[in-house]
């Protein structure tokens, strides 16, 4: 009991460090140096100064939330097998979570075309990198809504009741 409240503690206090930085990221964001001028779409447009500071916080958040999900969700696979090896009731589905979200990674990596796409303003996006990452985004995020879809009406139908 005593090392699950040091763990819970010890997210709080990690969720309290990110939002502290979140909260003086977007102060600095909406609040300071609106001086930056650019062009776009035959109009002058005025940029605030720490954009770069903002989609840069946002991508370590990002990447924060992808490697505690991976890494809880191997380590609850490696538990559920460990558990399944002595004998013990399974205690969830997240194991399987990750290996189809791998899988579908995978399968949408294989799926993606590098074909040069037109922009709305006649530009060509031909970068064989970004085209295969935007394909791989849009198909894992398309398998994802689906499964999710389909998992939420078996859950709504009794589907997935424990059994007693």
Known sequence: ????????KASSWALGILFIISAIVLI????????????S???NLTDPANTGL???????????????????????????????SSGQ????????VFVFTFALIVVSYFLA???????????IVDT?????????????IYGLVIVSVLCSVLSML???KAKR
Not at 28 to 39: D, I, K, P, R, S
Not at 89 to 96: E, Q
Not at 113 to 123: A, E, F
Not at 128 to 140: A, E, G, H, N, P
């Open 1 to 8: 009991m005593e090392n699950e409240n040091k763990q819970i």
């Open 28 to 39: 600095m964001f909406y609040g300071f140096g609106y001086g930056n001028t650019t062009y």
């Open 41 to 43: 779409n035959g109009k």
């Open 54 to 84: 903002l989609i840069i916080w946002l991508y370590i958040l990002v990447g924060l939330c992808i490697l505690s999900v991976l890494g809880f969700g191997i380590a609850a696979a490696f538990r559920n097998m460990k558990t399944k």
């Open 89 to 96: 009731k399974r205690t969830g589905f997240a194991g399987w």
């Open 113 to 123: 075309s590098t074909n040069p796409v037109t922009l709305g303003d006649n530009s």
């Open 128 to 140: 064989t990198w970004v085209l295969k990452l935007s394909d791989v985004c849009l198909y894992s």
């Open 158 to 160: 009794g589907i997935f």
